[in-house]
């Protein structure tokens, strides 16, 4: 998507060869009109597939799901992360390591929300080694419901996330691809959508 590559240019700081700062739009501060185009393109590409649910992990993938559920008129659930959980079986949790962070965490939904007839798009703002979208796979599968497709908004192309969402056979929509962040640059992966 042109518009993102061009705010990730303008706005974005490289922080070293592996992380990328967007906190003016999405990380920190959001911009919904913003959120708004990002949504719309997700809806282009998915064209005619059916949506029940959005599903997005706390916190920075809850602004453009909200927007993106408004535009399908379904509801948006935020898994939650918590550090640990006692025993509860009202809900399905999955483990999820953060390179970026360097902790684990416990994600959870609560089993009311997802039933087996549910066609669920996840939403998440950064792909990087896939823990985040792969525990969030997890979670809704348990729930019986048909994961449609990912939409992210940023994928690093050069860490291993995307190759294993593909190898699950998942569809992965990235808005924007980079191909690297070296010498402070970022570089984009360019296609045709
Ligand atoms: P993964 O689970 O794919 O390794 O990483 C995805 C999660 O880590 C995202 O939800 C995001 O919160 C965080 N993340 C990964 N890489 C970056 C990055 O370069 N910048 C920022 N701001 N967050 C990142």
């Known amino acids: ?58 916190s920075s993938g809850i602004a453009p799901a909200l927007i993106l559920a408004q535009l399908y008129g379904v509801e948006m659930i935020f898994a939650r992360k918590k550090k640990s959980i006692t025993m509860d079986d009202s809900i399905y949790t999955a483990d999820v390591y953060s390179y970026t962070k360097k902790l ?20 998440d703002d950064f792909l990087a080694n896939g823990e985040a979208a792969l525990g969030l796979c997890d979670v809704i599968e348990q729930s019986g419901a048909t994961i449609a497709a990912i939409g992210i908004v940023i994928e ?21 691809r980079i191909a690297s962040l070296n010498n402070g640059e970022i570089t984009f992966i360019e296609e045709k959508t």
Do not use: C
């Open 1 to 58: 998507m042109e518009q993102l590559k061009a705010k990730m240019r303008a706005e974005g700081s490289v922080i070293d060869t592996h992380v990328l700062k967007v906190d003016t739009f999405l990380n920190h501060q959001v911009d919904p009109i913003f959120m708004l185009s990002m949504a719309e393109e997700w809806k282009r590409r998915l064209g005619d597939e059916k949506i029940t649910k959005i599903v997005t992990l706390e």
């Open 156 to 176: 690093k192309s050069f860490q291993p996330g995307r190759q294993k969402l593909l190898e699950k056979n998942y569809r992965v929509e990235s808005l924007a």
């Open 104 to 123: 684990s965490h416990t994600i959870t939904i609560s089993k009311s929300f997802l039933t087996e007839q549910d066609h669920v798009l996840i939403i």
